[in-house]
């Protein structure tokens, strides 16, 4: 059920993470593809199933300029990016600021769950960072020709990756350099 979700462009990806981490769990289990759920797993398992059913319709708007007059209009890409101990996640937003004010459009997403070896939360933080920046400079290429983007700008809320990343003249661990 999981590999039926199609979502490139991760429009419904606290939906999808909330999969890929029970996925992750029955690997921990080390539960086979064709073996019973235990009563743990099949409960989460249900509740999800049921989360799922009872979400509200979704409907995004496909156009970014949509009420808003395109004269003297500018463009910019924002992004955020954050973690957990079982997830991290990346978004992008279209902001667009004119006379009538400032709009933002949902435009990407990206999450991924974390690995199965127990990482610390400023690394997975640094991961969060990673996929933000190849997703920011994705859209920013993907919209060349039709958006032009005054300037991209990246938020993270750790101040430990803030520091790895300006503190280039340092030499990390490997991890961390590369």
């Known amino acids: 059920m999981t590999s039926r979700i199609y979502d490139p462009v991760g429009y419904i990806t606290p939906l999808t993470v909330k999969l890929k981490i029970f996925c992750q769990s029955l690997c921990k289990k080390s ?62 937003y279209l902001k667009l600021e004119s006379n009538d004010g400032v709009q933002l459009c949902l435009v990407a997403s990206k999450t991924r769950v974390a690995p199965l070896e127990v990482q610390s939360i400023p690394r997975l933080e640094l991961l969060s960072a990673l996929i933000l920046s190849r997703l920011i400079t994705n859209v920013k290429e993907a919209l060349k020709g039709f958006i032009d983007i005054a300037y991209k700008r990246c938020w993270s809320d750790s101040e430990v990756v803030l520091y790895w990343i300006y503190g280039e003249t340092r030499e990390w661990k490997q991890f961390v350099q590369n």
Request: charged share 30%; aromatic share 10%.
């Open 31 to 92: 539960i086979e593809w064709d073996e019973p759920l235990d009563h743990e797993s099949s409960n989460a398992w249900k509740a999800l199933q049921r989360e799922l059913k009872e979400s509200d319709l979704i409907k995004i708007s496909r156009c970014y300029f949509n009420g808003v007059r395109k004269e003297n209009v500018t463009a910019s890409l924002e992004g955020f990016c954050d973690s957990s101990s079982k997830a991290y996640a990346a978004v992008v």
